[in-house]
């Protein structure tokens, strides 16, 4: 096989075979396929697109060119919650214990991020004593035992994903439903999920911002779960304003545990119990929507969600008495308000902007080595459609720095209010099935 053939029956809008992306992913794995050659499939992909057949067989070849983590002695079905990313998004915390408490498996291995807060480890890490540095044995043993823990991401997952998302970052083909699909997939299933349920989320603090880009992917990632035998079902839900009301590390993880405790945001309340039932239907626990959030409802009411919580914690070194003493978590030096400057309805909280004010507070790494503070972030105190009076507090702004006033005018630029009645925005759009 010679790569400039498939390039160029690429180009003219024919499918390529099995054998002939795999030898692709194989060939650009090992370096004997080069960049150059590399760019210009991916730039005729960009045009011409990927079949069903094509994307489930790119994600499989991805799947291929790496280590797989083997979930196989873990009892019952493994079922991995993925995020396209958004601003403030505390699922993660809430719905592994939360689903854990009804039965089903967690086996989640997870990343810090490049991003406004840390990712999910970075944020565990604000529970005095947490470690996710565990052994494969370990980890399974847990998983069987609590049906839940935490891993930091081990071995060589996906590398030709990696080489690929650095060479289409600089190619101008990240932009593309079948690329993006293929390349997220790939991760979750080397990562060893048997079903998956995706949040894509849309909104302008998210990759897709608009709906019908939303759709799309959503769709093209359901279809290649379920064509190589993933079960996979996805969200669309809103990323138009931070979900819940905190963005920061610690700040996150106390607003999980007010939500295990039945009283978080409602929002991302809501949120988390749509993906948890997904998540308890997907893994055989209930026979019915309905019934799975029945389920959750009891698991938060009844305190054995947040009890989940505190084994989980404690099982990885965690100091679990931060759940009922939530002062125990690292705690910034100053707070100061962002007050409204008039009256009225709040009509637009530009989640991505909020995002990079919480990053500037030390929230998240600007650059992979930037060294995160985990006190730091931000609490809304409004939500759009909520009325404030001049002189309310909008945020809350939780700071190891005495000057704010940087992120004070970031923040007053990209919170309007208006003197009309606004609504809430729709919180889930759709269900892709
Ligand atoms: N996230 C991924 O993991 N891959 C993409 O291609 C885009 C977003
Ligand atoms: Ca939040």
């Known amino acids: 096989m010679r790569m400039v053939d498939l390039i160029e029956k690429k180009r003219d809008g024919l499918e390529l075979t099995t054998a002939e992306i795999q030898f692709i992913i194989k060939g650009y794995t090992d370096g004997s396929i080069p960049d150059y050659q590399m760019s210009a499939l991916l730039m005729a992909i960009y045009f011409q697109g990927m079949s069903q057949t094509e994307r489930a067989d790119l994600t499989m070849a991805m ?69 996710v540095e565990v052994q494969n044995n370990e980890f399974i043993k847990l998983v069987n035992q ?29 932009n593309s439903i079948p690329l993006i699909a293929t390349s997220i997939m790939s991760k979750k299933i080397a990562a060893g999920a048997d079903a998956i ?99 959750l409802e009891n698991a938060i009411s009844s305190g054995s969600a947040l009890e989940k919580m505190k084994i ?39 989640a991505d902007a909020v995002g990079h004010a919480a990053m500037l507070l030390g929230a998240g790494r600007a650059t992979k080595e930037s060294i995160i503070d985990l006190a730091v972030g931000l609490v809304l105190n409004k939500k759009i459609g909520d009325y404030v009076t001049k002189g309310d507090s909008l945020v809350t702004i939780y700071s190891n720095f005495e000057d704010v006033s940087e992120i004070k005018s970031q923040l007053d630029a990209n919170i309007k209010i208006s003197l009309n009645k606004v609504k809430s925005p729709k919180l889930i759009y759709e269900e892709i099935l």
Do not use: W
């Open 63 to 131: 799947v291929d060119s790496g280590d797989k983590i083997d979930l196989s002695n873990i009892n019952g079905i493994k079922v991995d919650k993925h995020s396209t990313g958004g601003v403030g998004d505390t699922t993660t915390l809430v719905l592994g214990p939360l689903v854990a408490s009804v039965g089903v498996p967690v086996a989640k291995m997870s990343g810090r991020g490049l991003s406004h807060t840390g990712g999910t480890i970075d944020k565990l890490e604000s529970v005095a004593g947490f470690h």
């Open 146 to 174: 609590n049906k839940v823990a935490v891993i930091g991401q081990s071995g060589n997952l996906t590398p030709a994903d990696k080489k690929l998302y650095a060479l289409r970052d600089v190619t101008g083909t990240v």
């Open 197 to 295: 349920i995706l949040d894509v989320k849309t909104g302008n603090g998210a990759f897709m911002k608009s709906i019908d880009d939303a759709r799309e992917l959503a769709k093209a990632m359901v279809s290649i779960g379920n064509n190589v035998g993933r079960k996979t079902i996805a969200i669309i839900s809103d990323m138009s304003q931070p979900l819940g009301f905190a963005i920061g590390n610690a700040l996150e993880v106390k607003e999980a545990i007010e939500t295990l405790r039945g009283e978080g945001p409602a929002d991302l309340t809501e949120l988390c119990l749509t993906l948890g039932s997904h998540m308890v239907c997907l893994a055989q626990k209930a026979s019915s929507l309905e019934e799975a959030r029945k389920k």
């Open 312 to 350: 989980f914690l404690s099982s990885q070194g965690g100091d679990a008495t931060v759940v009922d003493h939530v002062k125990k978590l690292p705690q910034a030096k100053y707070t100061f308000e962002l007050e409204a400057k008039q009256s009225g309805y709040v009509s637009e909280i530009v």
